[in-house]
């Protein structure tokens, strides 16, 4: 099992920054993929961002390509998210997630963390 905890969500003005993160414990493994979703009120949940421990495969949805950067640091187990040049329309949960499988489909997923709270207002 691997227990997965995001942090760093909150309220901010749009232009404005965040970083999440997202620490994970337990069977942590070098080969998991490691993916940030977002979930906003009535809406599905979506991909934004995924990487390979390894850093060598990195994905992000339009929505937020050149605004957000997905990195991790290896020896703290922990994922970042840094989120810049926000807008009202990031206003969501934000998930992490980690899975075997690099890709942005939810269902290669297994194991995803409570979620923190991104209000962006205008």
């Known amino acids: 099992q691997v227990q997965l905890a995001e942090s760093g969500g909150g309220l901010v003005q749009a232009g404005g920054s965040l970083r999440l993160s997202c620490a994970a414990s337990g069977r942590t493994s070098s080969s998991y993929v490691m993916g940030w979703f977002r979930q906003a009120p009535g809406l599905e949940r979506e991909f934004v961002a995924a990487m390979t421990w390894s850093g060598g495969g990195i994905s992000y949805a339009a929505s937020v390509k050149d605004r957000f950067t997905i990195s991790r640091d290896n020896a703290k187990n922990t994922v970042y998210l840094q989120a810049n040049s926000l807008k009202p329309e990031d206003t969501a949960v934000y998930y992490c997630?980690?899975?075997?499988?690099?890709?942005?489909?939810?269902?290669?997923?297994?194991?995803w963390g409570q979620g923190t709270q991104v209000t962006v207002s205008s």
């Open positions: 997630a980690a899975g075997e499988k690099y890709s942005t489909r939810l269902s290669n997923y297994d194991y």
